[in-house]
């Protein structure tokens, strides 16, 4: 597959987060993008990122795309003062971007590839989540 524009969307939504606190996207130099504010209402974030194909294989790349090692691929979701806002949380969920596969290759070379997963925004505590936090991507058919 040669070098594309973004034929990736990643369509991650964040599930019940905290009223009243800000959630953005954030870019490869930490700055807040998409903010908005939770009314405790799942918030949907659609991600723009492209699959190509390195001299290791095929890997996500894209603004929000951030690297750790040689293969670990992932984006942030930026919640309080990491979103911009001015407030006692400073927080960001690490969400691991999956390993492709041959279906992914193949939807991405197409009409383009549409990635779906969710994740708990408030925690146990009723906090914001944050940390690394596991998200199941899906195919959206």
Same mark, same amino acid.
């Given at each position: 597959?040669?070098?594309?524009?973004?034929?990736?969307?990643?369509?991650?939504?964040?599930?019940?987060?905290?009223?009243?606190?800000?959630?953005?996207?954030?870019?490869?130099?930490?700055?807040?993008?998409?903010? $908005?504010?939770?009314?405790?209402?799942?918030? $949907?974030?659609?991600?723009?990122?492209?699959?190509?194909?390195?001299?290791?294989?095929?890997?996500?790349?894209?603004?929000?795309? $951030?690297?750790?090692?040689?293969?670990? $691929?992932?984006?942030?979701?930026?919640?309080?003062?990491?979103?911009?806002?001015?407030?006692?949380?400073?927080?960001?969920?690490?969400?691991?971007?999956?390993?492709?596969?041959?279906?992914?290759?193949?939807?991405?070379?197409?009409?383009?590839?549409?990635?779906?997963?969710?994740?708990?925004?408030?925690?146990?505590?009723?906090?914001?989540?944050?940390?690394?936090?596991?998200?199941?991507?899906?195919?959206?058919?």
């Amino acid at each position: 597959m040669p070098a594309a524009a973004d034929n990736v969307t990643l369509r991650l939504s964040v599930l019940s987060p905290p009223k009243g606190v800000a959630h953005s996207l954030q870019d490869k130099d930490s700055t807040p993008v998409d903010v $908005r504010m939770s009314t405790g209402k799942t918030i $949907r974030f659609d991600i723009p990122i492209r699959l190509e194909q390195g001299k290791t294989g095929y890997r996500f790349l894209g603004d929000y795309v $951030r690297t750790e090692g040689k293969t670990r $691929r992932f984006i942030y979701v930026a919640t309080g003062r990491q979103a911009g806002q001015h407030t006692e949380w400073s927080r960001r969920a690490k969400i691991d971007l999956p390993e492709p596969t041959p279906a992914m290759i193949k939807a991405a070379s197409g009409a383009g590839l549409v990635l779906e997963g969710s994740y708990e925004g408030t925690d146990a505590k009723g906090e914001p989540t944050c940390a690394t936090v596991k998200v199941d991507w899906k195919i959206a058919k």
